[in-house]
Nanobody, 127 residues
């Protein structure tokens, strides 16, 4: 069973930065495509960023492009989301997700494509 544990959320002023981490249990982290999603109160969960197994391919939602960066360290079984220039509309619970995929360069951007989810970490951006 794969377990995902997010950390790094908190309260930050607009324009500030946070780095989220997601630690993944298991010995086959490199076989998983990873993603970050977020869900604001009263809204559906939405895609934020995704990264391929090797880390060579990434995809970011238009709303965060140029401000957020997804990365991974396969030696540490961890995926990161660096968030800069934060805005109040970035306030949400952020979730990391994992899916076992055969293709080295697969990018998954749909919620239903992921098999495993973390418990979420709250990010609050004050104006």
């Amino acid at each position: 069973q794969v377990q995902l544990v997010e950390s790094g959320g908190g309260l930050v002023q607009a324009g500030g930065s946070l780095r989220l981490s997601c630690a993944v249990s298991g010995r086959t982290f490199g076989n998983y495509a990873m993603g970050w999603f977020r869900q604001a109160p009263g809204k559906e969960r939405e895609f934020v960023a995704a990264i391929s197994r090797s880390g060579s391919r990434t995809n970011h939602a238009d709303s965060v492009k140029g401000r957020f960066t997804i990365s991974r360290d396969n030696a540490k079984n961890t995926v990161y989301l660096q968030m800069n220039s934060l805005k109040p509309e970035d306030t949400a619970v952020y979730y990391c997700a994992a899916s076992l995929v055969p293709a080295m360069y697969s990018i998954l951007v749909i919620t239903g494509s992921y098999d495993y989810w973390g418990q979420g970490t709250q990010v609050t951006v004050s104006s």
